[in-house]
C-alpha cells in the first residue's frame, strides 16, 4: 500500500467508527427516552395511584425491642430489673400544632422547661414520622388526665414501655453501673439497625461492660396501617431476642455490710476471692442513686452531684489513688527475701528515726521513741519503718520497682469494669520522663514504706493482697460469674483469667511473709490484734495509716486540731483463711485516722459476715429470685 | 512535537489548558464532580443522615479520582501494549476464584470471595474493551469474519467465568463492553441482525442454564405483583417510591417511603428510587440529562482520537457507562429485570467506582495525549 492509500484507509476508517458512535448515540437516546416515559408514566399519571399506595396503606416496618438482660447477684438477688412504665410519646408527622400541643401538654402534666427544651432536642434528631418520647415514667394520674384531652392531642399517645430500675439503690451505683439515654456518641458506634425501639445504653460500669450481653436482638413487624397510622394488619414479624442475664460474683450481704460498715466515712472497700479472682464486695463511698439517670437526671441534680466536694460519682474502688501506705509492706518484705537483702533471722536496731550514711537528715519511724531490736516477723507486727527504710534502701529502687511490678502495681488489673486508672508505682525512669529529675535514694526510703509517689487503687491492692494470698498464683479480678441465655435455665460460668504465676526463689518466702502477717493480727504485739480474737482459723493482715498532709521534721501530728480532711487514711488488706484463702481484702478509710483502729475493724465484721460468724439480718426471702 | 495548542503560542496557560498539560479534561471533570456532589446529597438523605456514611464515600471517591488522574497519564498506546497481560492476569485471577470459591463455600464465604469475586471481574470490566479494540485495530476495519470470531472468543471466556461466579450483572456488562467495540468497528449489520435472531433462539437453552434465583427474577419481572411479599417486594415498593415523588418529589430527606425502611437497598442498587421520590420527574430528568452530557463528550472525545485503537476503546467506554445507567435505572423503574448494577458514581460503595473513574481516567489520556497533526 503507499502512504496515501493508508491514509485514505484510515480517513474510511474513522468515517466508519464515527458513523456508528453517531448511531450509538442516538440509539442511547431513545433508550433515554423510553426511561423517561417509563418516569412520565410513574410520575406523573400514575402518581396519584402511587402516592395513595404510600401515604394511605402503607406497609412499615415496626421495631420491637428487645428486653434488657437482669442482673442478679451472687444469691440470686435481682440488682437490675425492667419494671413496666407508662412513657409519652409524640409523632411529630401527626401533630397539627406543635405549639398548642406542647402548651397543653405542659398545664396537663406539669412538664418543666428542661422537659421542653430536651424534648425539642430529640425531635431534631429524629424523622417527622418516627416516634419521639416527650416524658418517661407518667404517674397513673397523669395518664388519666392525658385521657380526658386525648381528643385535643393528635399524635400524641400513651405507650406502655420498660424502663430499668435499680432496686438496690445506691448499694450498687457503681459496680453495677446505670444505663442512660443513647447520646450522640454513641449512636455513632453502635449498630444503630439492632437500636431501633430501644432508648438506653449502659453507661457505666457492668451496665457498660456488657452491654453487647445485656441488650440482645432487636426484632420486627411489619404492619399496614391506615391513614391515622393505626395498625390494620400484622404482615409478618420476627420476635426480639432478650438479652442475656448476668450473675455477678458479688454478694449483696458482704456489699450491705461493707458499706454500712464505711459509716459517714468515704472511701472504699473491695473484697474478693482470691481462688478465681471473683469480686464479692466493691463500695465506693458516697454513691448515688443511679436511677436518677434513667429517666433524664435533671440537671440541678446532675451539678449537684457532679460539682459535690465528696465527688460521689467517682468510682473510688477503681480510679481512686491512694498512697497505700504500710499495707505495701508485705510486698516489700517478701522483695527483701527473694533479693536476699534480709532473711527471717537478721535484725535491724530502731531507735525511732533512721539516716542515709553520711546524711543528717532523720527519716522518723511512727513509734518516736523506737522498736528496739527489729526482725522479719516483728517489724511487720508492728510495723517498723526503720526496718523497711533500711531494707529499702539496701535493696535500691529498681530491684524494688521490678519485684512490686510483679503484683500489677502502677498497672490495670484488668478487671471487667470500664475506667480503671493505673495508679502509680514510681521508678527511675518514670521519674526521669515526668518530672525529669534524678531519683534521690531518699525517695528509696520513703517509697518503701509506701508513701511518697506511690498511688494504688483500692481494686489493685485487694488484688495484689489475692496474689500473696494465693502464694503467687493470681487471677484477673472479676464481677461476671455466670450469664444466662434467655429461654435456657442453664447458666454458662464465666472461667477463672489465671495470670503469670509470680516466681519466687524460695516458696519459704511466702511463708514467712504470710506468718509475719498473721502476727499482725494475732502476734502480742501485732497492730491489728484487736481483730484477732474469738476465730476457728487465722486472718493474716496489714495495717496501714497514710499520710495526707505532710508534716515539717518536728511538728506532731495532732488529730484534734486538724481539719477532717488533712486526716490520715486509714488503710487494711487481709486475707483469710491464711493457710487456706478463701477472701482477700482491701480497705481504705479517707481520712479516717489510724487504720488498726477504724479500717481493720471493719475487715473483722466483712470476715464475720462471709464465713457467717457472727448472725447478721437476713434478706427478705421476696428479692430471692427461684 | 508533543505540545498543548496553548502553550505553542507562548500564551499564559489558561485554567483549561493546564489541566490539559496534566491530562484532565476540564468538561468530564466537571461532570463527575457534580455527580458525585449530587450522590452525597443522596446518601445522606438514603443513608439516615448518618455522616460516617458520608465520609467513608468521600474517602472512596477521592480514592478513585487519584486512580483516574494517575490513568490519565499514561498514553493510550503504553495501555495497548500492555492489554495482552493484563487480560491474561485478569483470567488466571478469574480461574482462582472459581477454584477458590468451591472450597470456600463455609461462613466465610461472603468476606473471602467477596474480596476475591471483585477484583478481577473489575479488571476485565476495562481490560476486555482494551483487547478488544486492540486486537481489532491490528488490521483495517471492518473485521474479517475470521477477526470478529476471536474477538468474540476474547469476550465470551471471562464473561462465561464470571456468569459462573455467579454474577450475571458484571458478566453482562463485560460483554457489552467488548460487543460495543465489535459493534462500532463496524461489522455488516447483516451479520448483527442474524447473530440477534440467533440469540432470540437461544433463549430457551440460555433459561435452562440459568440459576433458581435467576429465574426468579425474570419471572417476578414480568408479574412483580405475584410475591409481594417475597421476590416482587423489590420492585413493587421502589414503583412505589418512584410513583409518589410525583413531577417535583417530596423534597430533600422527606422521602416517607425509603425512610420508613422498606425500599430495600435504598444507599445501594436502589437509590434511583430515593432521588425519584425526593426530587420528583425534575430531578431525576436532571440527572440522567447531566448521564448523557457526560456520554456525549465521551462520545465526542472518541470521534476527535486520533487512532483507530483510541476511539474504539473511547467509544466503547463511553456507552458502556450509559449501559450501566440504563440497566440500574431500567431495573429500579420496572423495565428490565433486577440485576445487582449499581447506578454509577451515586450509589454507596467503592469497587465499581474505582472502575469507573479508571475509565473515565482512559478517556482523559486519550484526548490529552493526542499529537498536532501537521498540516
Same mark, same amino acid.
Given at each position: 500500500?503507499?502512504?496515501?492509500?493508508?491514509?485514505?484507509?484510515?480517513?474510511?476508517?474513522?468515517?466508519?467508527?464515527?458513523?456508528?458512535?453517531?448511531?450509538?448515540?442516538?440509539?442511547?437516546?431513545?433508550?433515554?427516552?423510553?426511561?423517561?416515559?417509563?418516569?412520565?408514566?410513574?410520575?406523573?399519571?400514575?402518581?396519584?395511584?402511587?402516592?395513595?399506595?404510600?401515604?394511605?396503606?402503607?406497609?412499615?416496618?415496626?421495631? #420491637?425491642?428487645?428486653?434488657?438482660?437482669?442482673?442478679?447477684?451472687?444469691?440470686?438477688?435481682?440488682?437490675?430489673?425492667?419494671?413496666?412504665?407508662?412513657?409519652?410519646?409524640?409523632?411529630?408527622?401527626?401533630?397539627?400544632?406543635?405549639?398548642?400541643?406542647?402548651?397543653?401538654?405542659?398545664?396537663?402534666?406539669?412538664?418543666?422547661?428542661?422537659?421542653?427544651?430536651?424534648?425539642?432536642?430529640? #425531635?431534631?434528631?429524629?424523622?417527622?414520622?418516627?416516634?419521639?418520647?416527650?416524658?418517661?415514667?407518667?404517674?397513673?394520674?397523669?395518664?388519666?388526665?392525658?385521657?380526658?384531652?386525648?381528643?385535643? #392531642?393528635?399524635?400524641?399517645?400513651?405507650?406502655?414501655?420498660?424502663?430499668?430500675?435499680?432496686?438496690?439503690?445506691?448499694?450498687?451505683?457503681?459496680?453495677?453501673?446505670?444505663?442512660?439515654?443513647?447520646?450522640?456518641?454513641?449512636?455513632?458506634?453502635?449498630?444503630?439497625?439492632?437500636?431501633?425501639?430501644?432508648?438506653?445504653?449502659?453507661?457505666?460500669?457492668?451496665?457498660?461492660?456488657?452491654?453487647?450481653?445485656?441488650?440482645?436482638?432487636?426484632?420486627?413487624?411489619?404492619?399496614?396501617?391506615?391513614?391515622?397510622?393505626?395498625?390494620?394488619?400484622?404482615?409478618?414479624?420476627?420476635?426480639?431476642?432478650?438479652?442475656?442475664?448476668?450473675?455477678?460474683?458479688?454478694?449483696?450481704?458482704?456489699?450491705?455490710?461493707?458499706?454500712?460498715?464505711?459509716?459517714?466515712?468515704?472511701?472504699?472497700?473491695?473484697?474478693?476471692?482470691?481462688?478465681?479472682?471473683?469480686? #464479692?464486695?466493691?463500695?465506693?463511698? @458516697?454513691?448515688?442513686?443511679?436511677?436518677?439517670?434513667?429517666?433524664?437526671?435533671?440537671?440541678?441534680?446532675?451539678?449537684?452531684?457532679?460539682?459535690?466536694?465528696?465527688?460521689?460519682?467517682?468510682?473510688?474502688?477503681?480510679?481512686?489513688?491512694?498512697?497505700?501506705?504500710?499495707?505495701?509492706?508485705?510486698?516489700?518484705?517478701?522483695?527483701?527475701?527473694?533479693?536476699?537483702?534480709?532473711?527471717?533471722?537478721?535484725?535491724?536496731?530502731?531507735?525511732?528515726?533512721?539516716?542515709?550514711?553520711?546524711?543528717?537528715?532523720?527519716?522518723?519511724?511512727?513509734?518516736?521513741?523506737?522498736?528496739?531490736?527489729?526482725?522479719?516477723?516483728?517489724?511487720?507486727?508492728?510495723?517498723?519503718?526503720?526496718?523497711?527504710?533500711?531494707?529499702?534502701?539496701?535493696?535500691?529502687?529498681?530491684?524494688?520497682?521490678?519485684?512490686?511490678?510483679?503484683?500489677?502495681?502502677?498497672?490495670?488489673?484488668?478487671?471487667?469494669?470500664?475506667?480503671?486508672?493505673?495508679?502509680?508505682?514510681?521508678?527511675?525512669?518514670?521519674?526521669?520522663?515526668?518530672?525529669?529529675?534524678?531519683?534521690?535514694?531518699?525517695?528509696?526510703?520513703?517509697?518503701?514504706?509506701?508513701?511518697?509517689?506511690?498511688?494504688?487503687?483500692?481494686?489493685?491492692?485487694?488484688?495484689?493482697?489475692?496474689?500473696?494470698?494465693?502464694?503467687?498464683?493470681?487471677?484477673?479480678?472479676?464481677?461476671?460469674?455466670?450469664?444466662?441465655?434467655?429461654?435456657?435455665?442453664?447458666?454458662?460460668?464465666?472461667?477463672?483469667?489465671?495470670?503469670?504465676?509470680?516466681?519466687?526463689?524460695?516458696?519459704?518466702?511466702?511463708?514467712?511473709?504470710?506468718?509475719?502477717?498473721?502476727?499482725?493480727?494475732?502476734?502480742?504485739?501485732?497492730?491489728?490484734?484487736?481483730?484477732?480474737?474469738?476465730?476457728?482459723?487465722?486472718?493474716?493482715?496489714?495495717?496501714?495509716?497514710?499520710?495526707?498532709?505532710?508534716?515539717?521534721?518536728?511538728?506532731?501530728?495532732?488529730?484534734?486540731?486538724?481539719?477532717?480532711?488533712?486526716?490520715?487514711?486509714?488503710?487494711?488488706?487481709?486475707?483469710?483463711?491464711?493457710?487456706?484463702?478463701?477472701?482477700?481484702?482491701?480497705?481504705?478509710?479517707?481520712?479516717?485516722?489510724?487504720?488498726?483502729?477504724?479500717?481493720? @475493724?471493719?475487715?473483722?465484721?466483712?470476715?464475720?459476715?462471709?464465713?457467717?460468724?457472727?448472725?447478721?439480718?437476713?434478706?427478705?426471702?421476696?428479692?430471692?429470685?427461684? | 512535537?508533543?505540545?498543548? !495548542?496553548?502553550?505553542?503560542?507562548?500564551?499564559?496557560?489558561?485554567?483549561?489548558?493546564?489541566?490539559?498539560?496534566?491530562? %484532565?479534561?476540564?468538561?468530564?471533570?466537571?461532570?463527575?464532580?457534580?455527580?458525585?456532589?449530587?450522590?452525597?446529597?443522596?446518601?445522606?438523605?438514603?443513608?439516615?443522615?448518618?455522616?460516617?456514611?458520608?465520609?467513608?464515600?468521600?474517602?472512596?471517591?477521592?480514592?478513585?479520582?487519584?486512580?483516574?488522574?494517575?490513568?490519565?497519564?499514561?498514553?493510550?498506546?503504553?495501555?495497548?501494549?500492555? $492489554?495482552?497481560?493484563?487480560?491474561?492476569?485478569?483470567?488466571?485471577?478469574?480461574?482462582?476464584?472459581?477454584?477458590?470459591?468451591?472450597?470456600?463455600?463455609?461462613?466465610?464465604?461472603?468476606?473471602?470471595?467477596?474480596?476475591?469475586?471483585?477484583?478481577?471481574?473489575?479488571?476485565?470490566?476495562?481490560?476486555?474493551? &482494551?483487547?478488544?479494540?486492540?486486537?481489532?485495530?491490528?488490521?483495517?476495519?471492518?473485521?474479517?469474519?475470521?477477526?470478529?470470531?476471536?474477538?468474540?472468543?476474547?469476550?465470551?471466556?471471562?464473561?462465561?467465568? %464470571?456468569?459462573?461466579?455467579?454474577?450475571?450483572?458484571?458478566?453482562?456488562?463485560?460483554?457489552?463492553?467488548?460487543?460495543?467495540?465489535?459493534?462500532?468497528?463496524? &461489522? !455488516?449489520?447483516? %451479520?448483527?441482525? !442474524?447473530?440477534?435472531?440467533?440469540?432470540?433462539?437461544?433463549?430457551?437453552?440460555?433459561?435452562?442454564?440459568?440459576?433458581?434465583?435467576?429465574?426468579?427474577?425474570?419471572?417476578?419481572?414480568?408479574?412483580?405483583? !405475584?410475591?409481594?411479599?417475597? $421476590?416482587?417486594?423489590?420492585?413493587?415498593?421502589?414503583?412505589?417510591?418512584?410513583?409518589?415523588?410525583?413531577?417535583?418529589?417530596?423534597?430533600?430527606?422527606?422521602?416517607?417511603?425509603?425512610?420508613?425502611?422498606?425500599?430495600?437497598?435504598?444507599?445501594?442498587?436502589?437509590?434511583?428510587?430515593?432521588?425519584?421520590?425526593?426530587?420528583?420527574?425534575?430531578?431525576?430528568?436532571?440527572?440522567?440529562?447531566?448521564?448523557?452530557?457526560?456520554?456525549?463528550?465521551?462520545?465526542?472525545?472518541?470521534?476527535?482520537?486520533?487512532?483507530?485503537?483510541?476511539?474504539?476503546?473511547?467509544?466503547?467506554?463511553?456507552?458502556?457507562?450509559?449501559?450501566?445507567?440504563?440497566?440500574?435505572?431500567?431495573?429500579?423503574?420496572?423495565?428490565?429485570?433486577?440485576?445487582?448494577?449499581?447506578?454509577?458514581?451515586?450509589?454507596?460503595?467503592?469497587?465499581?467506582?474505582?472502575?469507573?473513574?479508571?475509565?473515565?481516567?482512559?478517556?482523559?489520556?486519550?484526548?490529552?495525549?493526542?499529537?498536532?497533526?501537521?498540516?
Amino acid at each position: 500500500m503507499t502512504p496515501w492509500q493508508t491514509f485514505k484507509d484510515h480517513i474510511s476508517e474513522y468515517r466508519l467508527i464515527n458513523g456508528r458512535l453517531i448511531f450509538a448515540g442516538v440509539f442511547s437516546a431513545l433508550l433515554f427516552s423510553a426511561v423517561m416515559v417509563r418516569l412520565v408514566i410513574l410520575q406523573v399519571y400514575e402518581h396519584e395511584h402511587f402516592e395513595a399506595l404510600s401515604n394511605r396503606n402503607r406497609i412499615s416496618i415496626e421495631p #420491637l425491642p428487645p428486653q434488657r438482660g437482669l442482673i442478679f447477684d451472687r444469691n440470686g438477688v435481682i440488682l437490675a430489673e425492667n419494671v413496666p412504665t407508662f412513657s409519652l410519646e409524640v409523632v411529630p408527622e401527626k401533630v397539627v400544632d406543635m405549639e398548642a400541643t406542647l402548651a397543653l401538654l405542659t398545664t396537663l402534666l406539669n412538664l418543666t422547661e428542661e422537659d421542653i427544651s430536651r424534648f425539642r432536642e430529640r #425531635l431534631r434528631q429524629h424523622r417527622r414520622f418516627e416516634e419521639v418520647t416527650l416524658r418517661l415514667r407518667l404517674t397513673e394520674d397523669e395518664v388519666a388526665r392525658f385521657a380526658v384531652h386525648r381528643h385535643r #392531642l393528635p399524635g400524641v399517645e400513651v405507650v406502655g414501655r420498660l424502663i430499668r430500675h435499680y432496686p438496690q439503690g445506691h448499694l450498687f451505683a457503681h459496680s453495677v453501673g446505670y444505663v442512660g439515654r443513647i447520646n450522640e456518641r454513641e449512636m455513632q458506634i453502635i449498630n444503630r439497625q439492632n437500636y431501633k425501639g430501644t432508648l438506653h445504653i449502659g453507661k457505666t460500669g457492668i451496665e457498660k461492660q456488657y452491654e453487647d450481653l445485656l441488650h440482645g436482638t432487636v426484632g420486627y413487624r411489619h404492619v399496614e396501617t391506615n391513614v391515622q397510622g393505626r395498625i390494620v394488619r400484622e404482615l409478618q414479624s420476627v420476635p426480639a431476642e432478650s438479652g442475656q442475664d448476668l450473675y455477678l460474683h458479688l454478694d449483696i450481704n458482704l456489699q450491705r455490710a461493707a458499706a454500712e460498715a464505711l459509716t459517714d466515712y468515704n472511701g472504699s472497700v473491695v473484697v474478693l476471692d482470691p481462688r478465681n479472682g471473683g469480686i #464479692l464486695a466493691m463500695v465506693s463511698k @458516697p454513691d448515688f442513686d443511679p436511677n436518677l439517670f434513667i429517666s433524664g437526671i435533671s440537671n440541678r441534680d446532675y451539678a449537684e452531684l457532679r460539682d459535690s466536694h465528696d465527688r460521689p460519682l467517682y468510682d473510688r474502688a477503681l480510679r481512686g489513688r491512694y498512697p497505700p501506705g504500710s499495707t505495701l509492706k508485705p510486698f516489700v518484705g517478701l522483695a527483701g527475701l527473694e533479693m536476699g537483702v534480709v532473711n527471717e533471722q537478721s535484725r535491724t536496731f530502731c531507735p525511732g528515726w533512721y539516716s542515709l550514711p553520711g546524711h543528717t537528715h532523720r527519716y522518723r519511724c511512727w513509734r518516736h521513741q523506737g522498736h528496739g531490736q527489729m526482725n522479719f516477723s516483728s517489724a511487720m507486727a508492728q510495723s517498723c519503718d526503720v526496718y523497711y527504710y533500711d531494707l529499702s534502701n539496701n535493696l535500691g529502687i529498681d530491684r524494688l520497682h521490678q519485684f512490686l511490678d510483679l503484683f500489677r502495681f502502677g498497672q490495670r488489673t484488668g478487671i471487667d469494669i470500664p475506667g480503671e486508672n493505673t495508679g502509680l508505682s514510681p521508678s527511675r525512669e518514670w521519674k526521669r520522663a515526668f518530672h525529669n529529675e534524678p531519683w534521690y535514694p531518699g525517695e528509696t526510703l520513703i517509697s518503701g514504706i509506701g508513701q511518697g509517689f506511690n498511688q494504688m487503687t483500692p481494686i489493685q491492692l485487694a488484688h495484689a493482697t489475692a496474689i500473696l494470698a494465693m502464694r503467687g498464683m493470681g487471677m484477673t479480678p472479676q464481677v461476671l460469674r455466670a450469664s444466662r441465655m434467655p429461654g435456657s435455665d442453664r447458666l454458662q460460668l464465666r472461667a477463672a483469667l489465671p495470670e503469670e504465676p509470680v516466681p519466687v526463689v524460695s516458696s519459704r518466702n511466702w511463708e514467712a511473709t504470710v506468718e509475719s502477717m498473721i502476727e499482725v493480727v494475732h502476734g502480742q504485739r501485732g497492730t491489728a490484734r484487736q481483730i484477732g480474737v474469738d476465730l476457728p482459723f487465722e486472718i493474716a493482715g496489714k495495717t496501714g495509716t497514710a499520710q495526707v498532709f505532710s508534716l515539717g521534721q518536728d511538728e506532731e501530728y495532732d488529730a484534734e486540731t486538724l481539719d477532717r480532711r488533712l486526716h490520715d487514711h486509714a488503710l487494711f488488706v487481709a486475707f483469710a483463711p491464711a493457710d487456706n484463702p478463701e477472701i482477700a481484702l482491701a480497705i481504705i478509710v479517707e481520712n479516717g485516722g489510724s487504720g488498726s483502729s477504724v479500717a481493720a @475493724p471493719i475487715a473483722r465484721k466483712l470476715i464475720d459476715v462471709h464465713f457467717g460468724l457472727q448472725k447478721e439480718p437476713e434478706i427478705e426471702v421476696d428479692d430471692i429470685e427461684q | 512535537m508533543i505540545l498543548s !495548542s496553548e502553550s505553542r503560542r507562548g500564551q499564559p496557560l489558561s485554567f483549561g489548558g493546564w489541566l490539559r498539560t496534566i491530562h %484532565i479534561d476540564g468538561p468530564l471533570l466537571l461532570g463527575l464532580l457534580i455527580l458525585m456532589g449530587v450522590s452525597l446529597l443522596v446518601l445522606y438523605s438514603a443513608g439516615g443522615q448518618e455522616t460516617g456514611l458520608l465520609v467513608r464515600q468521600m474517602i472512596r471517591m477521592a480514592a478513585a479520582l487519584l486512580v483516574m488522574v494517575a490513568i490519565a497519564q499514561i498514553n493510550p498506546e503504553r495501555m495497548r501494549s500492555w $492489554a495482552p497481560g493484563v487480560f491474561l492476569v485478569g483470567l488466571a485471577l478469574l480461574v482462582a476464584v472459581l477454584i477458590f470459591g468451591i472450597v470456600g463455600k463455609g461462613a466465610q464465604r461472603w468476606l473471602d470471595l467477596g474480596f476475591f469475586r471483585f477484583q478481577p471481574s473489575e479488571i476485565m470490566k476495562l481490560a476486555v474493551p &482494551i483487547l478488544v479494540a486492540a486486537y481489532i485495530a491490528e488490521r483495517p476495519l471492518p473485521p474479517s469474519f475470521f477477526r470478529m470470531l476471536v474477538a468474540l472468543v476474547m469476550i465470551a471466556i471471562p464473561t462465561l467465568l %464470571i456468569a459462573k461466579q455467579p454474577d450475571l450483572g458484571t458478566a453482562m456488562l463485560i460483554a457489552t463492553s467488548g460487543l460495543i467495540v465489535i459493534f462500532l468497528a463496524g &461489522i !455488516s449489520w447483516k %451479520i448483527i441482525i !442474524s447473530f440477534l435472531a440467533l440469540a432470540s433462539a437461544a433463549a430457551p437453552v440460555l433459561w435452562y442454564l440459568m440459576h433458581d434465583y435467576q429465574r426468579r427474577r425474570v419471572l417476578t419481572f414480568m408479574n412483580p405483583e !405475584s410475591d409481594p411479599l417475597g $421476590a416482587g417486594y423489590h420492585i413493587i415498593q421502589s414503583k412505589i417510591a418512584i410513583g409518589s415523588g410525583g413531577l417535583t418529589g417530596r423534597g430533600w430527606l422527606q422521602g416517607t417511603q425509603s425512610h420508613l425502611e422498606f425500599l430495600p437497598e435504598r444507599s445501594t442498587d436502589f437509590i434511583f428510587a430515593v432521588i425519584a421520590e425526593e426530587f420528583g420527574l425534575l430531578g431525576v430528568g436532571m440527572l440522567l440529562a447531566l448521564y448523557l452530557l457526560i456520554t456525549a463528550r465521551g462520545l465526542y472525545i472518541a470521534g476527535q482520537a486520533q487512532t483507530t485503537f483510541a476511539r474504539l476503546l473511547a467509544g466503547s467506554i463511553a456507552l458502556t457507562f450509559l449501559v450501566y445507567v440504563f440497566v440500574n435505572v431500567g431495573m429500579v423503574t420496572g423495565l428490565l429485570p433486577v440485576v445487582g448494577v449499581p447506578l454509577p458514581l451515586i450509589s454507596y460503595g467503592g469497587t465499581s467506582m474505582v472502575t469507573l473513574l479508571a475509565g473515565f481516567g482512559i478517556l482523559m489520556s486519550v484526548h490529552t495525549h493526542r499529537r498536532m497533526m501537521s498540516p
